[in-house]
């Protein structure tokens, strides 16, 4: 029976393994819709917008997604500590993004109420800023804001840190057990197949340990199935026995 590692769950139900898979699929999805964030300057595809220093901070980043999202997910399924690692690290920047940019725009939103009047509108133009303050919204677009910001960020630090621990059992543990060759023999017996190492010997190589013990037995066997054929069950020859 093939040896299944028991990673532990994520999500209250879901294996670890399957679900770090997703949140590998996820990145990569997310990288596409950053992608049309940068190229398109929509802010519809992006989850902050409202601070200009930072408004194309997490979409830039986002797009390594494209990449590390697939290397991710190749190493999740053959267990490679050193590809998740790459993925980890991205989450782990992605975060800060997020944080970061997300307080920036919080800020932001704090001039709502007086950016209509403000002296700052005239020197930098902030379009987003000006159509919730036209539109009287300022106090229900910081609320919204944040609870939007923090959902997004409770949710991606929830994905950093399972894929982190995974990535932590991968590092600590090989992802096979190392049995230096104890229950070999079986192997061959249980898959129904010839030992490869055999035509070592025949070709002259030194035969190893457990090969010479077959050999033995072998050897053994066909004394005493020589010794059967001239003597009988009280040791006399046979020939004896016939006369």
Known sequence: MAFVRDHGTCCIFLPLKLGVSLVAMLVFMDSIVCLLATFTGDIRFQPNG????????????????????FTGLLGIYDDKPGWLQWLVYFLFLKIIALGTSSLADFFTLRKCDSWLTSAERSVQENLQLTKLAEAGVCPWARLAYALGAAVVLLFWTYCTYFTWVYWQQLECNPAYPIDFGAGVDRRWVQFHVKDPRLSEHEEGQPLLPQHLMHEEEAQYGTQKSKHSEHYGPDGQEMADLEG
């Not at 409202?50 to 999202?69: F, K, M, R, T």
Request: net charge negative; aromatic share 10%; hydrophobic share 45%.
């Open 50 to 69: 409202y601070s200009e220093s930072l408004y194309h901070v997490p979409s830039i980043l986002g797009i390594l997604g494209v990449v590390l999202g």
